[in-house]
């Protein structure tokens, strides 16, 4: 933003799960099917709302399909309850010193490496390096492309860190996703002989 006096930065301290979020938390992080655990307990009302978005983001960046187990409609009715965040949250701080949460403000451009059936999926990423390296992952499904697709900021649903990739996972509801672009293949790395 050049010539604004704003500043992007993680909210500091980040928010403490309650209690009750860390039992819940604790269940679903060793469940066969964690995905499908969290939904079941956020549908039974067993997960306070203010705990949902780090539960979210812990599941969702450790599965590289988080919608295999749990189909896109129930993710939808997750995080449309929950409403657009970050995790963690990412804030923007004023020139009054005033901290307001960083929301999409206009269509965001962004990429996707997979498959062509695993195309129309909820997690993106603005960076297109990031997305290569992800698309890398679905090359045993087959071969792998990277795409690009322009999203309306209603259409963004979270901004996830990706801690282990040093990146963020932007989460879509994938209506949104009305042109994708093919943008080149995904090759493989290959490793020397020796």
């Not at 187990?69 to 929950?82: C, I, M, P, Q, Y």
């Not at 997305?131 to 996830?160: C, I, N, W």
Request: proline share 7%.
């Amino acid at each position: 933003m050049p010539g604004s006096t704003r500043r992007i930065e993680l909210l500091v301290p980040m928010p403490q799960m309650s209690p009750a979020g860390f039992t819940m938390f604790s269940e679903i992080n060793v469940a066969k099917y964690p995905s499908q655990v969290l939904h079941e307990s956020f549908t039974a009302g067993k997960i306070p709302i203010g705990d949902l978005p780090e539960i979210i983001a812990n599941i969702w960046t450790r599965d590289d399909s988080p919608t295999s187990s749990l189909g896109e409609a129930d993710w939808l009715e997750v995080f449309r309850r929950v409403g657009f965040f970050s995790w963690p949250p990412i804030i923007i701080r004023q020139a009054d010193g005033a901290a307001v949460p960083l929301r999409p403000g206009s269509a965001l451009t962004l990429y996707r490496g997979t498959t062509a059936d695993r195309l129309r999926r909820m997690s993106w990423s603005a960076d297109r390096a990031m997305a290569q390296e992800l698309g890398r992952r679905h090359s045993p499904y087959g071969a792998a492309s990277l795409f690009k697709s322009t999203v309306a900021s209603d259409m963004v649903l979270a901004y996830l860190e990706r801690r282990d990739d040093g990146g963020w996972t932007i989460v879509v509801d994938a209506a949104g996703l009305t042109v994708i672009e093919k943008l080149e293949d995904i090759r493989q790395r290959t490793t020397p002989a020796t």
